[in-house]
């Protein structure tokens, strides 16, 4: 298994979970590399820059395949579902573009179309999309949840929750929620169908990042530290020291038995979950 990481030094990592090694490192641009997600296949890399570009990089081959020019600032976020990608920018837009990047060398460049452009009053700093991509859900620099209907690029509801930024949003596997966390170190849960504010957590520092399987959910701290929300009793139920820097980014298997998450401190994290 390998894992991928961008980091803010603009340099691409791919690593090793068996050898646990630095298998190779690739820089793209003099900014930092704000997201990375991994192609179906496992074949391509795609990262979104602070320098308002995406970049393809393909992993058999060795060298960077397409770079898709699309925002007037800072890609924040992306997302890859079906041969669409969607980026979230500080231009204040979401952008859902149509094309799949070249597979050879050499080949002809993709034509990325644009099918659709999500327009938000601020910069956006985090999307996400349902299980079936027919909604997705955008949070803001002013603490703005936004969800939108994707078959027909509306807005379905707007929902003022946080007092700063929001760091993550995502739906549950049921899409009947969403999930959101910010700056204010709240945590929010949201019914996708009234747009009501159903319940607030509160922690004592920003919490970044999240996973969750509909039930628990697994957030990453400023301080490095992990913390489990018993969502139903609308509370923390445990906090795991993990990493020395704030926790950036957490991903976990679709079979909810592992999770990897990685840090301000330059580490990576392999974590087995025990039921």
Known sequence: MNSTKSTK???????????????RSISFSNMALSSCLLLPGDTTVISSSW?????????AFGRRQDTLMGHDDAVSKICW??????????DSTVKVWSGVPAEMPGTKRHQFDLLA????DVSVDTINLNTVSTLLVSGTKEGVVNIWDLTTA?????????????????????????????????????????GMLISSMASEEPQRCFVWDGNSVLSGSRSGELLVWDLLGAKIS??????????????M???????????????????????
């Open 238 to 251: 445990e906090r795991i020291q993990g990493h020395t820097g704030a926790v950036t980014c957490i991903w």
């Open 81 to 90: 579902h079906n041969d669409r990608l969607y980026s979230a920018s500080w």
């Open 154 to 194: 509306t807005l379905l509801h707007q929902i003022s929750c946080h007092s700063g930024t929001v760091c993550d949003a995502a739906f549950s596997p049921d899409s009947r929620h969403v999930l959101s966390t910010g700056v204010d170190g709240c945590l929010n849960v949201i019914d996708v169908q009234t």
């Open 253 to 275: 298997n679709e079979q909810c038995s592992s999770i990897i998450t990685g840090g301000e401190d330059r580490q990576i994290m392999f974590w087995k979950l025990q039921y």
């Open 117 to 120: 452009e999500l327009e938000h």
């Open 9 to 23: 030094n603009s340099t691409l990592k791919m690593f090793s979970k068996e050898s646990k090694m630095l298998q």
């Open 51 to 59: 320098d308002n570009n995406v970049y393809f990089y393909s992993i």
